[in-house]
């Protein structure tokens, strides 16, 4: 079972850039589709961001297009999620996702695996 590590979250004013790191557990990181998900208190979990497993094809969600990306290193098994302006609306538990596959990676109910997820704060 794969085991899966975010780092990087915090509290930061609005603007500021953090980047979270997911790291995986295990020799089959580069085999799958990976995602980033995030939930706010009383809201609904939701997919943000997935690559494949190579890193050639992205899905970054419409409200945080053009401030998110994500990426990933498969020789260091990372998953990497770069905030830019962050807005208070962006305050959430990150999560990091592994889908069933490789090339899965629209769609939440693709994905499988996730960690203990890492907390952002983004005051105005």
């Known amino acids: 079972q794969v085991q899966l590590v975010e780092s990087g979250g915090g509290s930061v004013q609005a603007g500021a850039s953090l980047t979270l790191s997911c790291v995986a557990s295990g020799n089959t990181f580069s085999s799958y589709a990976m995602g980033w998900f995030r939930q706010a208190p009383g809201k609904e979990r939701e997919l943000i961001a997935g690559?494949?497993?190579?890193?050639?094809?992205?899905y970054i969600v419409d409200s945080v297009k053009g401030r998110f990306t994500i990426s990933r290193d498969n020789a260091r098994n990372t998953l990497y999620l770069r905030m830019d302006n962050l807005k208070p609306e962006d305050s959430a538990v990150y999560y990091c996702?592994?889908?069933?596959?490789?090339?899965?990676?629209?769609?939440?109910?693709?994905?499988?695996?996730w960690g203990q997820g890492a907390q952002v704060t983004v005051s105005s």
């Open positions: 690559i494949n497993w190579g890193g050639g094809r992205t």
């Open positions: 996702e592994r889908s069933r596959s490789a090339d899965d990676l629209y769609g939440a109910q693709d994905y499988r695996y």
